[in-house]
């Protein structure tokens, strides 16, 4: 008999200390293809951060061998195209920022867990989804 996956964490922060909120339905994103780039101990890879995705992007993320744009109909993926909103791995994104292709991240959207992996500073220079009062992200 084989472990069913525990549902994500149910104390979901994003990397503003607020309560994660929704990435995307359309199509459905998250490593529980709950709309949401909730964590919890079974996504090893750290879907965490909620990218907008974008032509450079996608094709970086083709070319280290994450394919994004390919459906992939057994794992309910549907292929991406720019403007998509979806939870990528902490990892390849900032991979894609060092080679200075970063998709832009919805912070709200973002899992706190993120930040054992990526710096808010990074995270926020990437920011799509800034406060009318961006004085709120000092404290960060």
């Known amino acids: ?3 069913q996956p525990t549902s994500p964490n ?3 922060r ?3 200390g607020q309560p994660l909120e929704p990435c995307g339905t359309d199509p459905v994103t998250g490593f529980y293809r709950d709309g949401c ?10 879907h ?3 990218a907008v995705m ?3 992007f996608l094709e970086h993320q ?9 459906p992939v109909p057994q794992f309910r993926f549907p292929g991406l195209r720019p403007g998509d909103r979806w939870c990528v791995t902490a990892r390849n994104w900032l991979i894609a920022a060092q080679d ?3 998709a832009p991240v919805v912070l709200a959207s973002t899992h706190a867990r993120t930040l054992a992996v990526v710096p808010i500073e990074l995270l926020r220079a990437h920011a799509v989804d800034v406060p009318a009062d961006p004085s709120a992200l000092e404290d960060l």
Do not use: F, K
């Not at 780039?37 to 750290?46: F, H, M, R, Y």
């Not at 083709?62 to 390919?70: A, F």
């Open 14 to 16: 994003n990397v503003l």
């Open 10 to 12: 149910t104390e979901n």
């Open 62 to 70: 083709r070319r280290i061998g994450n394919d994004l744009s390919t």
């Open 1 to 3: 008999m084989t472990a």
């Open 48 to 50: 965490t951060i909620c």
């Open 37 to 46: 780039c909730s964590w919890g101990v079974e996504d090893s890879g750290l």
């Open 54 to 56: 974008s032509v450079e």
């Open 100 to 102: 200075g292709v970063a």
